[in-house]
């Protein structure tokens, strides 16, 4: 393991170990659910030698926040919530959150191209990067740190390092779009009966009166077991197939819901109120921890086809007789599902490999926002084409033709 | 030249050419600034062979919009009049708009990553790809429309190929991103003395009470010439160095506007009064070609060094005694100005390189949204430095070893 403190100092990491033959694991803040920065020996792509991690969690610099552009440069090393804490600080706000927030690390949600709760807003962190400084696997170092928002100047090569996932390159600072401050929101907690009902209760939303800030989706599973591990009551008067938690920027009157024909509502208003609804959502995961080994999907499903995808899904599993509990939740705007499986053990992959495959045939993405790492690293082709995997594998043979940057991942 | 008519006969014939070794330049409307899309015998790139053109314009079927996904799939010869009509009629809007709109093509917009008016408020054509097919050069077709927006399946080839200019490869459909419809709009044209000054009426708008569409600037020069084509009278009191042409969608009342403090302004709240400002805008261009011989410049320039920069162009291009006349506009928010130079012969590019050279010691980008092309294919390393060239021109051998894609663009 290496902690550089300097760009430099990573581009001689590089070197050195280019020269030694020896594998590079960049690493940020080791919160990635894929093994994308986590080192292996041996196994595939690994050809003897034992990696060399390269954490970043020394480059932790940021320069003052840029107010003419609405942009800041920060080092790879940055956790996303110091991030957050210092464009805040500016009056500013950066445009990605996620529950890994107090670990993860700029760098490491560059690499990972990282979505979380507020996609539907601002889009995937590539949306949000406009300049990036990077070592690549020859130990060169590309630096185009700007931030200018118009710049044709040959190949995208931030949004191409961007969601690489530590196989092109070590990024090491990056130039980042910031986001006006928003007016004060107002959440809301809706029962719904189907999932095409979740998506209508959200396109009412969109483009509408007022900015959706989230739009997040979860099963009455996961509102059970939500439930469970925070002591309190059911918040709705009814139970429903179905919960879809909506955050507007309406200023926080609620003026910005639009909510006719839905009788079974909760509204959060204040501060206090947004939070105990947001808790739902945010602990039903601790929730299925409690209750066993969870095997984790993290998907997309166009909406057209998710509630037959789901169901599909929830056949399968029904079919497997170790699985003693399913649970689905994710981000409806952004056709984001996760599901969550308890029941077989850790080793177990089968299930894994049903669910990705039913995804495929509904048209989804076998990973929507937390990439393909290692642990996907054989299901790539159930998304992506040989023509389009071969594509991108001269890439990285060019970049790389060592195959030393990251071994194992997204390539299996 | 050959007109396919599907993607598998674009294929066939850049599988023919690699064959017989003949290079292939993809054509959409041919409207761009840089000579991206002109064919030519001889020169850099071209090892003898005379090129095939591979036109796009028969490829021009476009499915029904996806409501619910708001997107939109179309073949890269549809016309972008005709696609931002079509998603007008569906309730839809597309997020970019610029003066060539009636021969443009999409997949032209595409591989130039292509700005125009509305990049304030949507970003560059890049914002709006979700999804991508084209034929590389070795004849594979990678195809990837299902427009997921998270999906973190492996390097971001959509991304990668926008903007590449057609030299890796032809770009034969899109899946595209469209907006909800903004409200109605008003216009304002007020005169400010200095770029900084215009700057600050720009950021006035920018997040604030009504989304900001557009924000162009155009110096004392452009507005004389645009009134002199248009015959009208001069739509300020008094005359000021520069010029700023705010849009708002505040529903058309003017309650967008931001203009305290500043008392030469016209407002445009109706259609009629909307367009009349605009053609300042729009004419300036006619203007400066009914003077001779118009060389132009398309670059970005961060916002704290503009006016600096703008400044010593001026100085340089007054030290060249061929000039004539020297007219600035641009898009304010974007750092993207364009520069107009009447009086040296057409061939006479010293006054191009003077200009970009500037720009480049100012931290400027020497093509903000035309891109590269064959024009400033000898001036890239003024904006990347020889890491990042050699970081492109290894993807480009890598899926290009012959060299026949649209030799001669973007590497010298």
Same mark, same amino acid.
Do not use: D, E, K, R
């Given at each position: 393991l290496v902690r550089p403190g300097s760009t430099d100092e990573v581009a001689a990491v590089v070197r050195a170990c280019g020269a030694a033959g020896v594998p590079v694991?960049?690493? *940020? #803040?080791?919160?990635?659910?894929? *093994? #994308?920065s986590v080192p292996a020996s041996g196994g595939a792509g690994f050809s003897g030698?034992?990696?060399?991690?390269?954490?970043?969690?020394r480059m932790t610099a940021m320069e003052p926040v840029d107010v003419l552009a609405g942009q800041v440069t920060v080092q790879a090393g940055v956790r996303l919530v110091d991030l957050q804490r210092h464009a805040r600080d500016a009056g500013w706000e950066y445009g990605v959150d996620l529950a890994a927030r107090d670990s993860a690390t700029v760098g490491g949600t560059i690499a990972t191209n990282a979505g979380g709760i507020h996609v539907v807003l601002r889009g995937m962190t590539r949306a949000q990067v406009m300049g990036i400084e990077a070592v690549l696997p020859d130990g060169s170092v590309i630096s185009h740190l700007a931030g200018l928002p118009k710049d044709n100047t040959g190949f995208d090569l931030a949004g191409l390092l961007c969601g690489s996932e530590g196989t092109l390159g070590v990024i090491t600072a990056a130039r980042l779009r910031l986001w006006p401050v928003l007016p004060a929101t107002t959440v809301a907690l809706v029962g719904v009966a189907s999932l095409d009902a979740a998506i209508a209760v959200m396109q009412d939303h969109r483009g509408g009166r007022a900015p959706l800030v989230a739009a997040e989706v979860f099963d009455d599973q996961c509102l059970e077991l939500a439930v469970s591990v925070s002591g309190t009551g059911w918040p709705l008067r009814h139970r429903y197939p179905w919960l879809v938690l909506l955050e507007v920027a309406d200023g926080g009157d609620g003026s910005g819901l639009v909510l006719d024909g839905l009788d079974d509502v909760v509204i959060g208003l204040d501060r206090t109120d947004r939070e105990r609804l947001w808790a739902y959502r945010e602990r039903l995961s601790e929730g299925f921890a409690t209750s066993g080994v969870v095997h984790r999907f993290d998907v997309s499903i166009p909406h057209q086809a998710m509630e037959g995808c789901v169901a599909q899904i929830r056949t399968v599993l029904g079919s497997v007789g170790s699985v003693t509990r399913v649970g689905v939740f994710g981000h409806i705007a952004d056709t984001n599902l996760h599901v969550l499986v308890v029941g077989p053990d850790a080793d177990d992959m089968s299930v894994d490999r049903m669910v990705l495959e039913v995804v495929a045939q509904y048209g989804g993405s076998i990973s929507a926002e937390h990439g393909i790492g290692r642990a996907k690293a054989d299901a790539l082709q159930l998304s992506r084409s040989a023509a389009e995997i071969a594509a991108m594998r001269a890439i990285k043979d060019a970049w790389d033709p060592q195959g030393l940057m990251n071994p194992g991942v997204i390539f299996a």
């Open positions: 694991v960049p690493q *940020g #803040g080791n919160t990635g659910l894929v *093994g #994308g030698a034992f990696p060399v991690v390269v954490s970043m969690t």
